[in-house]
């Protein structure tokens, strides 16, 4: 516990003003998100502990709305005490003057900082496999907490998780996105737009509002895929596409998603006043190359196809998350299927088998050709056989 000292003073405006939830004050210190009807501020409880609480207005609140707000309370109070989901310390739902809605008040865990920002920061870095295993197994972790209880997200995005002391958390369900918007993290704002980026092809709605396919778990594994992708490549597979252009590219089949070999580091984008100074700058020295199990692990989430995604389980039992060794491909898988590998042994009798050829009758170069393809298939078979390998050694 910190000594009231210790605390940042509020400014001389907010002095003495408290927020009250169910007869426990919270000393507000500033707001840290706003959205819509809701409002965030960072408080301090009694004891000068941090927390977040979120003011919804309920003035404009239909009854769907509001029950999306009950349910999300109800689940954050069932999974209490889930280290991977956000913490609800305390709600309550308080009447407005003279028969108004009033508003809905929420204690909750302060995150630091989150995912969006947290991966903003790092595209500059060269890429640290250890950092996004790391974090890649937290954002699974969470998301199949709530599959457990037959949720599906369907909203996924970088700024859904936020760091509470170093760890990944996760701040809502996709139930009441009101809720979600800035519910815990600071500075929501960078996120305003951009959430198609992480949306799967089922669900993006058609122009006249059908949905191709049921929105099921699979879809918030395409989204956990994405953010992957920005972990690895410094950002979103569909990021340089616009609006229009990732809503038609994101289901299309046909559209290929490109997985680089190498990850380049960059300066993002400087901007002031909405516009853009200095485009992105790649650090081409800091390129590393990516794990080829870590580029299918990405691939499996990223089929258009949501009964050919992985499934989170899956995800979670890869060996780069161990930062196991990926296997070594075996010679005969590197080599073409018109490629064999020849010892000094075998060479010696090509040479004598070629000087008798030449000592014959004239040949033609399409014998030649046939008689140089039916030479390898025999050298294959045989290198590759187990008797012949302990022949060469023994030779």
């Not at 605390?7 to 939830?21: G, I, S, T």
């Not at 707001?31 to 409002?39: E, H, Q, V």
């Not at 003035?59 to 609800?88: F, H, P, Q, V």
Request: contains cysteine; proline residues 6%; glycine residues 6%.
């Amino acid at each position: 516990m910190h000594a009231a000292g210790h605390a940042p003073p509020p400014p001389p405006a907010q002095l003495n003003r408290h927020m009250v939830v169910n007869k426990k004050a919270y000393a507000r210190l500033d707001m840290i998100g706003k959205g819509g009807s809701s409002r965030v501020f960072r408080v301090l409880n009694h004891a000068n502990e941090l927390y977040a609480i979120k003011r919804v207005s309920l003035d404009k609140t239909d009854a769907e709305t509001m029950n999306g707000y009950m349910n999300e309370i109800a689940l954050l109070k069932r999974l209490e005490g889930n280290s991977r989901i956000i913490r609800l310390i305390d709600s309550e739902l308080k009447a407005g003057p003279g028969g108004s809605k009033g508003h809905l008040l929420l204690v909750m865990e302060c995150g630091e900082i989150d995912l969006a920002r947290l991966l903003t920061e790092q595209m500059k870095d060269p890429l640290n496999m250890v950092w996004v295993a790391y974090y890649w197994q937290q954002m699974l972790q969470a998301v199949h907490v709530i599959h457990e209880e037959k949720i599906v997200h369907s909203d996924l995005k970088p700024a859904n998780f936020v760091l509470v002391k170093g760890q990944l958390k996760l701040i809502d369900f996709g139930i009441a996105n009101a809720i979600a918007n800035d519910t815990t993290n600071i500075q929501r704002d960078h996120q305003v737009i951009g959430t198609v980026n992480y949306m799967s092809p089922e669900a993006i709605e058609l122009p006249d509002g059908m949905r191709r396919l049921k929105v099921g778990r699979p879809s918030d594994v395409w989204s956990l895929g994405c953010i992957l992708y920005q972990m690895i490549y410094g950002q979103p597979p569909f990021q340089h596409l616009s609006v229009y252009q990732k809503m038609k590219a994101i289901p299309d089949g046909s559209h290929v998603i490109d997985f680089p070999e190498d990850s380049i580091p960059q300066i993002p984008a400087s901007r002031s006043g909405g516009e853009e100074h200095a485009p992105p700058r790649k650090l081409d020295h800091l390129k590393r190359r990516v794990r080829r199990d870590v580029i299918a692990s990405m691939k499996s989430c990223l089929c258009r196809n949501p009964k050919e995604r992985a499934t989170i389980p899956e995800l979670s039992d890869q060996d780069w998350l161990a930062m196991k060794e990926p296997e070594r491909p075996s010679l005969q898988q590197l080599l073409a299927h018109d490629e064999t590998i020849i010892n000094p042994y075998y060479m010696r009798q090509l040479l004598e088998y070629g000087i008798m050829l030449g000592k014959g009758a004239g040949i033609s170069p399409e014998a030649l050709a046939r008689e140089a393809e039916r030479l390898v298939g025999e050298l294959k078979s045989t290198v590759f056989s187990d008797a012949s390998l302990s022949h060469i050694h023994n030779s």
